[in-house]
C-alpha cells in the first residue's frame, strides 16, 4: 500500500509538474508576441514619419499644379502674343506688296487694252484710242477686287503712281508706253475676271469707248518692285 501510495504521489508530482512547465512555456510565447516599449515608440515614429511624408507629398502635389497652371497660362500668353505678331507680319508684308517695296510672283490676271482698229472717217480718231482714264479705270477696279500688285508694260505702279496722257502715249511715272497698254494684277483670277466681265461694267464700258480689251487668266505672274523715280 506504501508504494502503491508512493507511485499516486509521483504521479501527481509529474502531473503538476508537466502543466507547470507547460504554462510557462506558453506564457513565454505570449510574452515573445508582445512589444516592448521601445519597439512601440519606434512604431510610433514611423507612424509619424509616414503621416509626415503623405502631408509633405499632398503640399508639393498642389505646389505643382500652381506651378503648371502658371506655365499653362504662360504658354497661352506667349502663344496669342506670336499669332499677333505673326498677324501683324503678315500684315505688313500685304503692305509692303500694296505700296511696291519688295518684288512678287503669284497667279493673276492680264488686262490687255488697245486702240480700235477700225476708225470710221467721219469720226475722231480721238474717240478711237486709249486713254488714260481707261487706264485709271481698270488698275481702280482690280485693287478694289483685291489686287496685291499692279503693273502696266511690266513697271510696277504704287499708291502715289502718276499716270497722264502725252499725245498718244501715256506717262506711268515719267516712263513713256505706247499702246497697247498691258495691265497685269496678282491675285485670284476668278475674282477678277467675274467684276470687269459684269454686266454694264468696266469692260463694257470700255468697249463702248472703242477700246479692244483682251483679258487673260495667269496661273504666275512676277513683278520687281516699283522704282520711284526722280521728277
Known amino acids: 500500500m506504501k508504494i502503491r501510495g508512493k507511485h499516486v504521489i509521483y504521479s501527481l508530482i509529474l502531473l503538476i509538474t508537466g502543466f507547470m512547465l507547460s504554462f510557462s512555456y506558453q506564457f513565454t510565447k505570449q510574452e515573445e508576441r ?21 502631408k509633405e507629398n499632398r503640399e508639393l502635389l498642389e505646389q505643382l499644379q ?25 500684315e505688313v508684308k500685304k503692305l509692303r506688296k500694296v505700296v511696291g517695296q519688295i518684288p512678287v510672283k503669284g497667279k493673276g490676271i492680264v488686262v490687255t487694252l488697245e486702240d480700235s482698229s477700225y476708225i470710221p472717217d467721219s469720226q475722231d480718231p480721238n474717240d478711237y484710242i486709249v ?15 483685291g489686287a496685291e500688285a499692279v503693273a502696266i508694260n511690266g513697271q510696277r505702279i504704287s499708291h502715289k503712281t502718276n499716270i497722264n ?18 495691265i497685269s494684277a496678282i491675285g485670284d483670277p476668278d475674282v477678277f475676271w467675274n467684276s470687269l466681265n459684269l454686266t454694264e461694267n468696266i469692260t463694257d464700258q470700255l468697249v463702248n ?7 487673260e487668266k495667269e496661273s504666275s505672274i512676277e513683278m520687281p518692285p516699283f522704282i520711284e523715280r526722280e521728277g
Open 34 to 54: 508582445v512589444p516592448t516599449n521601445g519597439e512601440w515608440k519606434r512604431e510610433d515614429q514611423l507612424r509619424s514619419r509616414i503621416l509626415s511624408i503623405q
Open 209 to 215: 469707248d472703242g477700246v479692244e480689251v483682251r483679258l
Open 66 to 90: 500652381e506651378k503648371h497652371q502658371v506655365v499653362n497660362e504662360k504658354e497661352e500668353k506667349i502663344a496669342k502674343q506670336e499669332k499677333q505678331s505673326y498677324n501683324l507680319v503678315e
Open 165 to 182: 496722257c502725252v499725245g498718244p502715249v501715256i506717262n506711268v511715272d515719267g516712263v513713256k508706253h505706247p499702246a497697247p497698254f498691258v
Open 131 to 145: 486713254h488714260e482714264a481707261h487706264v485709271r479705270m481698270v488698275i481702280h477696279e482690280l485693287y478694289v477686287t
